[in-house]
């Protein structure tokens, strides 16, 4: 389904991704549509795997448009893949989100002050 608050980036939230499926697997597929900027492939901070979904960065709204048309609920890699418009702040809140991953595993910092600190980020202090 659609996102109408977000419809006009030029990202698109791509998710159930075979878990085989490569950057270049990417580039190729929706490379066709138009130029792409970044493609950014999550992965599990502890198993280092990727989780399933990305995001591809067009450059400019009318490719991921065509994009979004032409491969939602497609098949890709012999998973039906969905797609999403992605929201305006996507590379934010990624990047918060490994950050904070990456303090509750490693600085042993507990769920009250994750959140804390997540509140904080959010509201840019």
């Excluded at 929706?30 to 599990?44: K, L, S």
Aim: proline residues 2%; glycine residues 4%; aromatic residues 14%.
């Amino acid at each position: 389904m659609i996102s109408y608050q977000s419809k006009y980036t030029s990202t698109l939230c791509v998710r159930n991704l075979a878990q085989n499926v490569t950057r270049e697997d990417l580039e190729n597929e929706f490379g066709r549509f138009g130029n792409i900027v970044d493609i950014m492939i999550p992965v599990d901070f502890h198993t280092r795997k990727p989780k399933g979904y990305c995001f591809i960065e067009f450059e400019d709204f009318y490719q991921a448009e065509d994009a979004f048309y032409s491969l939602h609920l497609s098949t890709f890699f012999g998973e039906k893949i969905e797609i999403d418009y992605a929201k305006s702040d996507w590379k934010r809140e990624i990047q918060i989100r490994e950050q904070l991953q990456f303090l509750k595993e490693s600085c042993n910092i507990n769920e009250q002050k994750i959140k804390c600190i997540h509140a904080l980020n959010m509201s840019g202090i």
